[in-house]
């Protein structure tokens, strides 16, 4: 059956590095992949997207890898900030589907 | 647009109770999507819809939890009877038909079933 692995532990990172985190997945062939960020009593907000013919994608300190022969995305955040501290989401899609299916979030804590 | 709108916020009922949670979807958007979220299975997708019409109800836990979408800007999801383990916060979310649109979701309702 298909499934969703995201970095089972909570990420805690010194404030200034690079937060990566890792999305992979088994019996899937997305077309693209989307990476969603959470707030404690919120509904989790869309970020990024990247296609399978897309190797990087780039968002201001974000960025986002998607390697479909290892079958994994890797989500960086660059000078991390205190306020970047949230859960993140990967959501592997379909072209001809919709059916949007989330990994289990890694919860990520930046500390001053 | 305000955004997706669900209610009620939070939600206490006992056992055995009938639960309606609501949802209002972006104007204009052609999917919608109702998933439930638990510190134990994550976020998890329950039935969605397009334009009005259910797709794929295989989610949904049990015979006791039904949804429907009346018009393009209403939906419920019902649950009869509840059980404590149904407790969890149940987010809506809609989208455009594009293919990777985002989905836009609420800020959830939380439900505790005592």
């Known amino acids: 059956s298909q499934k969703i692995e995201q970095n089972s532990e909570a990420l805690n990172i010194q404030e200034g590095k690079t937060a990566t985190l890792t999305c992979n997945y088994t019996n899937y062939s997305p077309a693209y992949l989307q990476w969603y960020r959470q707030d404690p009593g919120r509904g989790p907000v869309f970020l990024l997207l990247?296609?399978?013919?897309?190797k990087e994608k780039r968002k201001e300190r974000l960025k986002v890898t998607f390697d479909t022969t290892l079958k994994q995305s890797l989500f960086h955040i660059t000078a991390s900030q205190p306020a970047d501290s949230a859960t993140y989401l990967c959501?592997?899609?379909?072209?001809?589907?919709?059916?949007?299916?989330f990994g289990s979030g890694t919860r990520l804590s930046i500390r001053p | 647009d305000a955004g997706v709108i669900q209610s009620p916020r939070h939600e206490v009922t006992e056992m055995g109770q009938e639960v309606t949670l609501r949802c209002k979807p972006i104007s204009g958007h052609d999917y919608l999507f109702w998933y439930r979220q638990t510190m134990m299975r994550g976020l998890e997708l329950l039935i969605y819809?397009?334009?009005?019409?259910?797709?794929?109800d295989s989610g949904m836990p049990e015979d006791r939890f039904s949804a429907k979408m009346p018009n393009a800007s209403f939906s419920t999801l019902k649950i009869q009877p509840s059980e404590p383990r149904d407790s969890a916060v149940y987010f809506c979310?809609?989208?455009?038909?594009?293919?990777?649109?985002?989905?836009?979701f609420g800020n959830g309702t939380r439900l505790t079933v005592t």
């Open positions: 979310a809609s989208s455009l038909a594009r293919e990777g649109s985002p989905l836009h």
């Open positions: 959501a592997p899609g379909y072209s001809s589907a919709s059916k949007i299916i």
């Open positions: 819809f397009n334009n009005n019409v259910p797709i794929d």
């Open positions: 990247i296609r399978e013919n897309e």
